[in-house]
């Protein structure tokens, strides 16, 4: 994300620029700076909220795809506030903050022209990881269809598809195909998911080992608490994803591929070696955890019946505090020992990660016996303060 910042005080008669000086930067920075046709650009205006704060905000489309967003923050939350905006009102407030966003990547896809933006910020990647899986293979089933076509058309539908916890998979694929054909483009839902299941997982193994990479290379080390458990996730994603994919392809070679065509290391703290290390420990770590989680998975599921579409929600729940086995590493080990129609919903898929963050949050509320007096929070008596003097208890 690339952005610029303005704080203006327009009280103490301190104002940069603002509102109609902000849109005309970026639409000069479109249409003189990269040649785009003031045509393909729409200005939508849609206000912005959160953490507090509000405002006016403009989305920038450039012929359908979202390049930019500006940010007016000028209201704070305000019980007696004169403006509502998403159901909370909101005042004035003394500063007026610029926030722009440009998406860098998408700025890529826009030029680039590619179907999806992967194929414009990984091309290396998504063409090595398609021949080393044979997905072309698969897209010779599909007979006639214009693959480039679908794929563009499935991006827009994308972007308009509500798709959120609870959300029916197959009523989603059976909506994405009947849009296709009233496309042009006819296909059913098997060839859909012939196509879109093996090519999510292409795409999603260069954006986690991005992450992925990156985390390592700021010294972080993989484990079961905070930051170390977003990293030991993503690795044990990637793990599962080139599993299904059939890759016989090892983390570290994923690493080392990634670091060479992807990533400028220089400002890394961990070397090379050390991030190849760690990731093939935690692949080691990720099949043991495999070989043991088969007895824990046949042991939690020994009472649901073979042809089960799913596992209840609290047993999935279960493995993944006790076991460190994600819902979907449940249902890849359930399917090898005879639940071969488990499949895991959306809405445990989303809903873990929200009973996860709940429960941390309650263990962040326990309150403390001890009598520590008055409190105040000293930030928001002055934004200007740079320096503030506490008792720690």
């Known amino acids: 994300m690339m952005a610029h910042h303005c704080f203006n005080r327009p009280d103490d008669g301190d104002v940069k620029y603002w509102v109609e000086e902000c849109i005309r930067f ?35 489309i450039v012929g359908g795809l979202e390049l930019a967003t500006l940010v007016f923050m000028n209201l704070e939350e305000r019980e ?37 933006i992967y194929e414009a910020i990984y091309p290396e990647s998504v063409e090595w990881l398609q021949n080393e899986s044979d997905f072309q293979s698969r897209l010779a089933q599909l007979g006639d269809v214009d693959i480039d076509a679908l794929l563009s058309e499935l991006s827009r539908l994308a972007g308009i598809l509500n798709i959120d916890v609870g959300t029916d998979v197959e009523s989603l694929y059976n909506r994405l195909s009947e849009r296709l054909k009233d496309r042009g483009i006819e296909v059913s839902v098997d060839q859909l998911k012939l196509v879109t299941e093996p090519l999510s997982s292409i795409y999603a193994i260069p954006d986690h080992m991005h992450a992925l990479c990156n985390m390592l290379g700021d010294a972080l080390v993989p484990s079961n608490a905070k930051a170390g458990y977003l990293a030991r996730m ?87 505090e006790e076991r460190g086995l994600q819902p979907d590493m449940v249902a890849s080990i359930a399917q090898r020992l005879g639940w071969e129609n488990l499949t895991i919903p959306c809405r445990i898929r989303g809903g873990y990660g929200r009973a996860k963050r709940t429960t941390n949050q309650g263990c962040s509320q326990i309150q403390s016996e001890v009598e520590v007096g008055e409190r105040r929070l000293a930030r928001y008596d002055s934004q200007l303060l740079c320096r503030y003097g506490s008792n720690s208890i």
């Open 80 to 116: 007696d506030g004169d403006v509502e905006i998403k159901g909370i009102r909101y005042g004035e407030m003394p500063l007026q903050i610029i926030d722009t966003g440009y998406g860098l990547e998408r700025f890529c896809w826009a030029a680039a022209g590619t179907p999806t």
């Open 26 to 60: 970026c639409d000069d920075l479109f249409t003189q700076r990269l040649g785009i046709d003031p045509m393909q650009i729409t200005y939508v205006e849609n206000p912005w909220s959160g953490g507090g704060n509000a405002g006016p905000a403009v989305e920038v």
């Open 234 to 320: 993503l690795a044990r994603r990637v793990c599962r994803m080139k599993d299904d994919l059939g890759l016989n392809i090892s983390l570290a070679e994923l690493g080392s591929h990634h670091m060479d065509v992807n990533l400028d290391m220089r400002g890394f703290s961990q070397t090379r070696e050390g991030i190849l290390t760690i990731l093939d420990l935690e692949e080691q770590r990720f099949h043991e955890m495999l070989r043991k989680g088969e007895a824990a998975v046949n042991t939690a599921l020994a009472k649901l019946p073979k042809d089960a579409k799913e596992a209840p929600d609290e047993t999935l729940f279960r493995l993944a």
